[in-house]
């Protein structure tokens, strides 16, 4: 795909300055700028590089005055880095806006799809599916019977969504995602085995939520294990049966939450933490990466640590940590004087 610094100019509702029909079919860093590339100048510590760039276009902010010669055509915004950043959902949604059915795939009869609907090859409708409009589902992917799926989501290749799913509007399901799989449910009996707990709840994502490649949400036992709206979760994340997520909590990569957990809304949950199962953590929670969560959390709380601590407790506590063989030695070497004296 081309686009014209005209035409770009129009998207932005910015200025032109240079050669208005000069094309671009891909973006770049302006360090790295090449030509028939796009690229931006928001932080003022890139300046220099926008006399040396080859980039085709650079996007910058109004009050940008050159003081030597450029080669590149200007576009002036008000905001070079929020224009930018429009422009690239803008090319992502031309890129993506694919439609029509390819072959071989499988739709069962009873399945039903909006306008604007894309089926990648070797995926798979099961019965009673619903689709909304704008659904894009790329290759090799799997929706079983009886899901609903809202207008305008996508969902990457090799997603598997399993049956009695609900997933809202405007959803990104990434590649290897697993929605509704069995819940971790087991009893064991009097000679130490496991019979398996039928698990026939379902995964509820509310409207846009954002699920990163390879994450894995199961099922409920009973009822639904639950997303808000706005909840945006990295790759590699586990949840478990019957949790649920608040509105616009974001959770990093290779977190996992145990079952029966609750979360808050706006929640900052950090890269590989683990939450224990049936506690309930408040609105507005920090938690940074590597923790350990074994209790209830209290609204606004920030924490670190494994078991978790008050972040200020543990950054006070960690300056003695790194002095522990010092005090050691210190102590040592006060009792050895004590004991001296004594003799």
Do not use: W
Not at 111 to 120: I, N, S
Not at 215 to 234: H, Q
Not at 243 to 257: C, F, L
Not at 272 to 292: E, F, L, M, Y
């Amino acid at each position: 795909m081309k686009f014209t610094a005209t035409q770009i100019a129009g998207i932005l509702e910015g200025e032109v300055e240079g050669n208005p029909q000069i094309a671009v079919h891909k973006l770049s860093k302006i360090e790295e700028g090449e030509k028939g590339s796009l690229t931006f100048l928001a932080n003022p510590k890139y300046t220099s590089y926008i006399y040396s760039t080859k980039a085709s276009i650079t996007i910058v902010n109004k009050d940008f005055i050159p003081e030597q010669s450029l080669s590149t055509t200007l576009i002036k915004v008000e905001d070079a880095y929020k224009s930018f950043s429009k422009l690239l959902e803008y090319y992502n949604q031309v890129k993506n806006n694919k439609v029509g059915i390819e072959s071989p795939s499988f739709i069962s009869e009873s399945a039903r799809y909006g306008e604007g609907f894309y089926l990648g090859a070797f995926s798979y409708l099961g019965e009673n599916v619903k689709l909304g409009n704008n659904v894009k589902v790329y290759p090799n992917v799997y929706i079983g019977d009886n899901v609903t799926i809202g207008d305008d989501v996508m969902i990457f290749a090799g997603a598997k969504i399993y049956s009695e799913s609900i997933i809202g509007k405007s959803c990104t399901i990434h590649s290897g995602v697993i929605i509704g799989a069995d819940g971790f449910g087991f009893t064991p009996n009097a000679n130490g085995e496991y019979s398996k707990v039928p698990q026939t709840g379902n995964v509820i994502l509310e409207d846009n939520v954002d699920v990163g490649a390879g994450t894995t949400i199961d099922r409920a036992t009973l009822g639904s294990t639950i997303l808000r709206k706005g909840v945006k979760l990295d790759n590699q994340i586990q949840i478990a049966h019957n949790v649920e997520i608040g509105e616009h909590t974001a959770i990093a990569a290779q977190t996992g939450i145990a079952g029966s957990t609750k979360i808050g809304k706006n929640c900052l949950i950090g890269g590989q933490v683990g939450i224990v199962g049936h506690i309930t953590i408040g609105d507005r929670v920090k938690i940074q990466a590597q923790s350990g969560i074994g209790r209830n959390v209290k609204d606004d709380e920030v924490l670190q640590g494994s078991p978790a601590l008050n972040y200020g407790d543990f950054n006070k506590s960690y300056v003695h940590f790194k002095n522990l063989p010092k005090l050691v030695n210190q102590i040592s070497n006060i009792a050895k004087k004590v004991e001296g004296e004594q003799n």
